[in-house]
């Protein structure tokens, strides 16, 4: 029989569990909120959310209420303004770290430094990140887009998208200084990766290393869950599952050892319903 171990750190991290009790609270209160995109990334959350009576939108010209939810990952200050503009009320679940992220970026512009920022240049946090500094900066994970602005700012300040990983930033960093290192050239660099995000990161790569095949429990439009997912896929055979009927049935044929691990929006019972799963199939 095929061993199943589950990583040493899975479930929910702190910022994900405060926005979710936010929200829940919020929608006792209220009887019914609104939020403004995806709280987290995670279908299962946002489904038992709905039974809460919380509702999305997606733009906020379709807001119907007088108060709004902003997600975990953060808004750009000309959002939030727009909101205000309109009267509603904000209840914020932005996730600390990404406050730090978007404090880094506005001090870094106003201390005229060009802003990059390592990461999905489409993901919410980064938009909402770029948005502090003020549409003095850019977001790539290529750093020939940087050389290719002309002329090169000669004060440079560097942070990540928190859910990035460690080493994909260290590399990018090192490039950036190769490329714009020159005469009187400034350059700034902020660590802004969760650090709850870079232990599971290394604990599911420790269980990747000893599995033959690793499961990464989280939605797929989740960005901290496609970084692990990543990362394990370049140890050992990976699957990304949203739940436990993802798992298919010839991915175990010939495993002896099945690694489990999830994104940080992931809830823990949708985890030990892909072990339970697992154990009945094997």
Known sequence: MPRIEKAGKTGFCFGVKRAIEIV???????GRIETLGAVVHNQQVLHGLEQLGVSMVKDYADIKGNAIVTSSHGVSPELEASLLARNLEIVSTTCHNVSRAQTAAQKLAEAGF???VFGDANHPEVKGILGWAKGKGLATTNENEITAINPLPRKLGILSQTTEVPSHFAEFVKKIIDLALTKNSEINIIDTICH???E????ALELAHRADLMLVVGGKSSANTNRIAELCAKVTETHLIETANDIKPEWLKGKQHIGVTSGASTAEETVEEVMKRLEKMT
């Not at 829940?24 to 209220?30: G, L, P, V």
């Not at 599971?200 to 604990?203: D, F, H, I, P």
């Open 24 to 30: 829940e609270k919020t929608a006792r209160e209220r």
């Open 114 to 116: 060009f802003v990059i």
């Open 200 to 203: 599971r990161q290394v604990t």
């Open 196 to 198: 709850d995000l870079r």
